[in-house]
């Protein structure tokens, strides 16, 4: 398919883990956000990419929270010393140019820590 | 970006109009209205954007006040497939600015 893709779907990890989530955006599109979905709320932005670097990572919760795309297209959202607020659906979207109109979303990695 | 308001559930019957409202009154200049719908377990999906002027495609129609201040969605026949969150963001367009989303209505279409 041509959309986002988002793996895993689902991911359970023990308090304390490190885990990583991965988004493959469509092929071309530059721009690349993450956002972070709780149950009954809207999803909260996290990070922006505009090619390789993070132009904005205003709402990474703390430093436990990190995020890479090495070549601008695949990217890797990795969180360390996981807590049981972490959990939450992980939402990765892309665009095609910075100030694009529309985001394409992916369906999400749920995250639960036990 | 501005803040809006929505009603947190609406229902409506299949075939009929539903008519989705938002409330953005401290909506800037250069901000436009923007909606995107999130149907269950699904990442959420651009549906129509606006500046002042109303707006209209395949999936949907936007109707802004002329003050700004307030818009409405309008989904010309509901179907058992747009049952799902409806979102109503204001956002600056060309900048790298992010989509902050509200809590966005529940629409239930029923039979």
């Known amino acids: 398919g041509a959309g986002v893709s988002q793996t895993p779907s689902n991911k359970v990890t023990e308090k304390g883990k490190y885990v990583e989530l991965r988004c493959d955006p469509i092929?071309?599109?530059?721009?690349l956000y993450w956002y972070r979905q709780s149950l009954g709320q809207g999803p909260e932005f996290l990070i922006y990419?505009?090619?390789?670097?993070?132009?904005?990572d205003s709402g990474l919760p703390n430093d436990r929270f990190f995020a890479v795309r090495p070549e601008g297209s695949v990217s890797t959202l990795k969180i360390q010393r996981t807590e049981r607020g972490d959990s939450a659906v992980y939402l990765c979207?892309?665009?095609?140019?910075?100030?694009?109109?529309?985001?394409?979303f992916g369906q999400g990695t749920r995250l639960t820590v036990v | 970006d501005a803040k809006t308001t929505q009603p947190p559930s609406m229902d409506c019957a299949e075939g009929r109009a539903a008519n989705l409202p938002c409330n953005h009154s401290?909506?800037?200049?250069?901000?436009?209205v923007y909606w995107y719908r999130q149907i269950h377990s699904q990442g959420p999906q651009y549906i129509i954007h606006?500046?002042?002027n109303n707006e209209t495609n395949e999936m949907a129609s936007l109707i802004i006040t002329e003050d700004r201040k307030s818009s409405t969605l309008i989904l010309p026949h509901a179907t058992l497939r747009d049952t799902a969150v409806y979102y109503c963001?204001?956002?600056?367009?060309?900048?790298?600015?992010?989509?902050?989303f509200g809590t966005g209505t529940r629409l239930q279409v029923t039979l």
């Open positions: 606006g500046l002042k």
């Open positions: 979207a892309s665009s095609p140019e910075q100030g694009s109109t529309e985001a394409f």
């Open positions: 092929s071309g599109h530059t721009a």
């Open positions: 963001i204001v956002r600056v367009v060309g900048t790298a600015s992010k989509l902050t």
């Open positions: 990419f505009q090619g390789t670097g993070a132009a904005d």
């Open positions: 401290t909506i800037s200049g250069n901000e436009y």
